[in-house]
């Protein structure tokens, strides 16, 4: 067993600060299903995945793993799990009416009962109010490069907050902006399928006036003393490969569109000096409104952090330009050292200690939570039915020891979210594959709760011992 290992299985819930939540993630588009029943209408994501060849084997989320109809069985798993919080995303095209300017009904009937069972259940109900899940009706308008999408989000964020917030008083504004910039409007890898490396950075800039506007109002919109507002950014480092001046400055270039760009703008309300570079290398500078961004910046009472890995940057000359961090020149992503989960990705903790303690260099005392956190593996069930899935296992642990390890070094760590509950549709990957400490079987939609999850079932339950 290494160190890691050890220290992630000897550290108890009660290790952590008085208050500290544990609880799962987990995602609208992902779980849901049902896409055209309770008065819900499409999303960007039924377009994509049913246009030819944008899917793994053109595989959809139209039933996935049925949460609008068995939301009630999955609330019995969180209970008996011990969570104390269950972070989800709320469907835009499923809370609002066509013509996205009044509440859906039915809409608003499912996630008042999902959320008052939680409750019941002793369980926090955390929500996230974007999760990539545009409505069709609103990209028909031009989607994020429109710069009325920020009124449009404003309207949403506030008939939200109104219809449900005496029963959620936690609030993200979006998940990963840059997930929906760069890889919907650059890569083209998710929804809308977009490839224009300029108006990705349109995109993003609309995305990042549309959070703070979003909170200023929902600040007076069915206030409660105990409402948190925030945002949630899958910061992930960006390493330069060795300490070259050729790697650095490379690795400085992801760094700005993967991290700089979203926690300048949410934290400063302003650009590093790189993407402002960048605006005006790709000729976007005059639709980029700093004054706009500057005035409207609004205070969060927490930061979410998804992290799942460390991207390793290294400088290569006349490198092809990545989708996926437009406007970063010379560089590559190579292969971390060590395991990969099913993604590629490196299993490197360590790097959630770093960012969390990057984080708090910027905003001291900023309430930060960890709002995703794992790892995808090829599981297999065995003769008796269960799941032994021990790199999981040792994936949860190893990355809790590491929040802790931030929280020792002053960091106001509030909160931890397993990705995921539940198996589901992997976005662009379909079905391939699986981050569930529940698995799901797609065919029957019976869930079995795996090793990884009965750990950490186990683990909370030390809190009452």
Known sequence: MTTAQARGTELDPGDFPTGFQFGVATAAHQIEGAVDEGGRSPSIWETFAHTPGKTRNGEHAD???????????????????????????????????????????????????????????????????????????????????????IDWFRTYAVLAKEALGDLIKTWATFNEPWCTAFLGYSSGEHAPGIKDAPTSFVAAHHLMIAHHEAVEAMQTTNPHDDDRLGIVLNLIPAWPASDSPEDLRAAQGVDDVHNGLFAGAV???????????????????????????????????FLGVNYYNINHIEYVEGAAPMPAWPGAENARVTRPPGELTDMGWGVEPEGITWMLKRIHDWAPGLPLMITENGAAYPDVVAADGAVHDPKRTDYIQRHIAAVHDAIEAGVNVVAYYVWSLLDNYEWAKGYSMRFGIVRVDYETQTRTVKDSGIWYRDWLSRRDS
């Open 63 to 149: 039933v996935t793993v049925d949460h609008y109809h068995r939301f009630r069985e999955d609330v019995d798993l969180m209970a008996d799990l011990g969570v104390d919080t269950y972070r989800f995303s709320i469907a835009w095209s499923r809370l609002l009416a066509p013509g996205m300017e009044d509440l859906n009904s039915e809409g608003v009937a499912f996630y008042r009962e999902l959320c008052q069972l939680l409750l019941d259940n002793g369980i926090t109900p955390t929500a996230t109010l974007y999760h990539w899940d545009l409505p069709q009706e609103l990209q028909d308008r031009g989607g994020w490069v429109n710069p009325a999408s």
């Open 267 to 301: 934290l400063f309300g302003e650009y590093p000096d790189g993407i402002l570079e960048i605006h005006e290398r790709m000729g976007v500078a005059d639709q980029i409104d700093l004054d706009r961004l500057a005035a409207v910046r609004t205070s969060i009472d």
